[in-house]
Nanobody, 115 residues
Framework: QVQFVESGGGLEQPGGSLRLSCAVSGIAFYIYSMAWYRQAPGKQRELVASITSGGGTNYDDSVKGRFTISRDNDRSTVSLHMDRLKFEDTAVYYC?????????WGQGTQVTVSS
């Protein structure tokens, strides 16, 4: 069974940085395009960044130039480095495949940007 375990969130001031990590199990990780999603209070979950099996990346315009997604196929992990955080980055962050396993969302990790 596929499992996603996110970690690394926390409270950070505007302009600060955080690094999120996600451990993936139950799938042939190296085959899949992976992604980070986020859900802010009262809003739908949205795609933040994705990375193909070959390492090609895509970002939502709201995070382009500030966030960097990466993956380690040997360790079956996907990471999100977040720089120059903004108030509007506050959300629960989830990882999943680019085409999500809808029955297997993890708990997510809370990111709160506040002064």
């Amino acid at each position: 069974q596929v499992q996603f375990v996110e970690s690394g969130g926390g409270l950070e001031q505007p302009g600060g940085s955080l690094r999120l990590s996600c451990a993936v199990s139950g799938i042939a990780f190296y085959i899949y395009s992976m992604a980070w999603y986020r859900q802010a209070p009262g809003k739908q979950r949205e795609l933040v960044a994705s990375i193909t099996s070959g390492g090609g990346t895509n970002y939502d315009d709201s995070v382009k130039g500030r966030f960097t997604i990466s993956r380690d196929n040997d360790r079956s992990t996907v990471s999100l480095h977040m720089d120059r955080l903004k108030f509007e980055d506050t959300a629960v962050y989830y990882c999943n495949a680019r085409t999500p396993f809808d029955d297997s969302w993890g708990q997510g990790t809370q990111v709160t940007v506040s002064s």
